[in-house]
């Protein structure tokens, strides 16, 4: 792993990007909710991904690599929490 890729790694970690990473995943579930306010949820998702790239992307020269690197770290992240939030969805209603 280069440097970079450590340093995209270590900033995963920080409590305002594991926020806002939580915020982005409830505004993916919120979506699916039959009365959602479409628009207004896809533009704060937008604006959340643009957010946490851009806490992972704090460098001078921003490559189409780096950038590409930042955006798969977000996705695995995402979908990792996104997949934990599902079957915690699930579970509980197999409960009732």
């Known amino acids: 792993m280069?440097?970079?890729c450590y340093k995209l790694q270590v900033r995963t970690s920080s409590v305002f990007w594991q926020g806002l990473l939580r915020r982005s995943?409830?505004?993916y579930l919120a979506l699916?909710?039959?009365t959602a306010?479409?628009?207004v949820l896809e533009r704060a998702?937008?604006?959340a991904e643009r957010r946490l790239l851009g806490y992972l992307v704090r460098h001078p020269r921003r490559t189409p690599a780096l950038l590409h690197e930042a955006r798969a770290v977000l996705e695995r992240a995402q979908m990792q929490l996104l997949g934990d939030a599902l079957a915690r969805q699930s579970y509980a209603a197999a409960r009732g």
């Open 32 to 34: 699916a909710h039959p």
């Open 2 to 4: 280069n440097s970079y």
């Open 25 to 27: 995943v409830g505004l």
């Open 45 to 47: 998702q937008r604006k």
């Open 37 to 39: 306010p479409v628009r």
